[in-house]
């Protein structure tokens, strides 16, 4: 234990006889109104004093065999381990079905009902495991940058890790916002992940269950120790409310140019929507969810959630440099359990190693975290046939079809049982995260378009010179290229051609990008094997969008592909 505290920088050092009773909260008021009575609280603990919790080994053990305890590794980062739920569990969510839900949330596969009395079930399981830890943690924090829009959530937790996590992921108040929190907050998370669900509960499959209640504004977390799990279930939070109110929340990246322009990047985990807006020339407004208000955009988030799978410094710099004192790793390996340098190539454990770590680590970028109307909009899809172009330039109702479409690949480890990339489609690049009809966000998106004039770009980030596991993944080199040529306007004033069966408007060149790879027929040996693999994704991409085509018009349907 001492050897590891030794080895965080000398100014974070402290010795386990430090007093904490003065941070030990007791029971509270605020607290009791949910349900919690333990009184060993430890609230809004500093990055330092969770470091110190997290590695204490009174606590710091597992029975789980997969279990490891939490470390700290040479760069300062704190490692954890969420045992065998190494990625979100989309199927084991639930949604309550109450009169609030009924005729709002789009139930199906993805939006599955639980009945109110079952939720309960679920929540006084929680409860019961949460009140009798000998430590339980409570963070305080935003949802959002804007205070217009932004909900305070509170997170109840086992885990110091999980509260860190947490604490990177939402926005830190400020000491003379604290007491807003005293009064109430608009959303309330708890998580008992160490803590199996019943599956005879009805509605409850097997040990896990994450689910939401919209009426009590509640979360429940059980039998998962995925940390993901709460920042993509606020997530779906906010999906809810805030179309509601006429603003369209977006699975999307979004960072600013020195002009002020912004674009956001939409696409699933594993398209590149970390990567891309870390970008050295422009500054990053947040890498995952956003919300585009009447005034402009903000971050729902205070931290970035990267995958870290073969990261390195000389491929993407500022990711690698923010791995630091205060950034949570999960999952990942060492090339020695003494020195604990990070393996990043290492994914024995899974493919899904990640890292948590607040937006300030990224050099310039903006806080607070908010910007005006997107210039331009990067649909970003992992395309695992390897016939889509790198980069086209889409017309309105093009713009729509492919939002409403959301093609790409599930990339390996970021659901249970995804070992390799597999063909998907997914609503508004994140159907997964959506509790309303994909419809409504897909109005907003188009109302927002056409009023502010935002230019629209696809963009392929996935394999080229044949299907997986025949062709070869982009390079970011080649991805980056045409994002540069897209932010200098230099695709505005190139000449472009059609790109068939998909009619879409490819550029002839784009600086930096070989001409031969901008259209893919090129990069095949067999034209035959192309097309036919071009037309077999078509007829994918017509037969998806059956399930969207009552409520989407003519010229919308008309802009996907003809067979």
Not at 270 to 297: C, F, M, N, Y
Not at 440 to 449: F, I, T
């Amino acid at each position: 234990m001492l050897h590891a505290i030794a080895r965080l920088p000398k100014q974070f050092v402290r010795t386990f006889a430090v007093d904490y009773g003065k941070r030990l909260m007791g029971k509270c008021e605020y607290l009791t109104k949910v349900g919690i009575t333990n009184p060993h609280v430890y609230r809004n603990l500093s990055v330092p004093e969770l470091y110190e919790h997290a590695v204490d080994p009174e606590f710091n053990w597992s029975n789980d065999p997969l279990g490891r305890p939490a470390m700290i590794a040479s760069n300062g980062a704190l490692c954890a381990y969420s045992t065998d739920r190494t990625g979100r569990s989309p199927k084991e969510r639930r949604v309550v079905l109450d009169d609030a839900t009924r005729d709002t949330v789009n139930w199906g596969e993805i939006n599955i009902p639980i009945d109110p009395v079952n939720y309960k079930v679920n929540y006084a399981r929680t409860l019961d495991y949460l009140n009798m830890l000998k430590r339980l943690y409570v963070v305080d924090g935003y949802a959002g940058w804007d205070p217009k829009w932004r909900l305070k959530v509170r997170v109840i937790c086992e885990l110091p890790y999980h509260a860190l996590f947490m604490r990177n992921m939402m926005v830190v108040p400020k000491p003379e916002e604290m007491h807003e929190f005293e009064k109430g907050v608009d959303f309330t998370i708890l998580n008992a992940g160490k803590f199996r669900a019943d599956p005879l509960n009805k509605g409850v499959k097997q040990k896990t269950s994450v689910a939401i209640n919209f009426t009590d504004n509640t979360m429940c977390i059980l039998g998962t120790l995925y940390a993901g799990e709460m920042k993509k279930g606020l997530f779906g939070v906010m999906n809810y409310l805030m179309p509601l109110k006429g603003q369209l929340s977006t699975h999307s990246s979004a960072n600013e140019g020195s002009g002020g322009d912004v674009s956001l990047f939409f696409g699933l985990s594993g398209t590149g929507k970390t990567t891309l807006s870390a970008d050295p020339q422009r500054r990053l407004i947040g890498d995952d969810e956003h919300v585009w208000t009447d005034k402009g955009v903000f971050n729902i988030e205070g931290g970035c959630y990267a995958k870290c799978c073969f990261l390195s410094e000389e491929k993407e710099p500022e990711i690698y440099n923010a791995l630091k004192f205060g950034s949570v790793l999960e999952n990942i390996k060492f090339f020695d359990e003494n020195e604990r340098v990070v393996n990043y190539d290492d994914i024995s454990i899974t493919e899904n190693t990640r890292a948590s770590y607040p937006l300030q680590y990224i050099p310039g970028a903006k806080i607070p975290a908010l910007g005006s109307h997107p210039k331009n909009i990067i649909f970003l899809t992992c395309d695992a046939y390897g016939v889509l172009p790198p980069v086209a330039k889409l017309t309105p109702e093009q713009s729509m079809y492919q939002f409403i479409t959301g093609y790409t690949a599930k990339v390996a480890g970021t659901e249970i049982g995804i070992k390799e990339p597999v063909p998907s489609f997914s609503a508004c690049f994140g159907e997964a995260f959506i509790p309303l009809h994909p419809y409504k966000y897909a109005k907003l998106l188009s109302e927002k378009m056409q009023k502010h004039g935002t230019n629209v770009w696809f963009v392929n980030t996935g394999w080229s010179g044949g299907a997986y596991p025949k062709g070869k993944r982009m390079s970011l080199k080649i991805t980056r290229a045409i994002i540069d040529a897209i932010h200098s306007q230099e695709l505005n004033k190139v000449k472009y051609k059609k790109f068939d069966i998909f009619n879409l408007d490819i550029p002839t060149s784009c600086s930096g990008v070989d001409p031969k790879v901008l259209d893919p027929v090129n990069t095949w040996q067999s034209k035959d094997e192309y097309m036919r693999t071009l037309k077999k994704l078509a007829g994918m991409f017509n037969k998806n969008f059956e399930r969207y085509a009552s409520q989407s018009g003519k010229e919308v349907i008309e802009a996907g592909p003809k067979l």
